[in-house]
Nanobody
Framework: QVQLVESGGGLVQAGGSLRLSCAAS????????MGWFRQAPGKEREFVGA????????EYADSVKGRFTISRDNARATVTLQMNNLKPEDTAVYYC?????????????????WGQGTRVTVSS
């Protein structure tokens, strides 16, 4: 069992930055790939990015590539999403999720555990 708690969301102007954190509890965190997803009002949950269990591999959605960066610290059981050059279309609730395999980490249906989400609002 892994419990995930996201933090760091808030209101930011377009072009600004935010750093989201996902803190995990449980003994098996380091064995999971981790994914970030987001859900805007009236839209389906979509993949943002993922990182392998070792941190050696990352993958990003085209919409955030070059602006967002995922990292993890297995010793502290945390995963971070650094978001730069934010755009109004990045407004959403952001979720972290535990994924058993990195190569399927872009699929929300493959997640074993989810956090409760943190809201990000980007004003124009």
């Amino acid at each position: 069992q892994v419990q995930l708690v996201e933090s760091g969301g808030g209101l930011v102007q377009a072009g600004g930055s935010l750093r989201l954190s996902c803190a995990a509890s449980g003994h098996t965190f380091s064995s999971y790939a981790m994914g970030w997803f987001r859900q805007a009002p009236g839209k389906e949950r979509e993949f943002v990015g993922a990182i392998s269990w070792s941190g050696g591999s990352t993958e990003y959605a085209d919409s955030v590539k070059g602006r967002f960066t995922i990292s993890r610290d297995n010793a502290r059981a945390t995963v971070t999403l650094q978001m730069n050059n934010l755009k109004p279309e990045d407004t959403a609730v952001y979720y972290c999720a535990c994924q058993r395999k990195f190569h399927t980490a872009s699929r929300p249906e493959s997640a074993d555990y989810w956090g409760q989400g943190t809201r990000v609002t980007v004003s124009s």
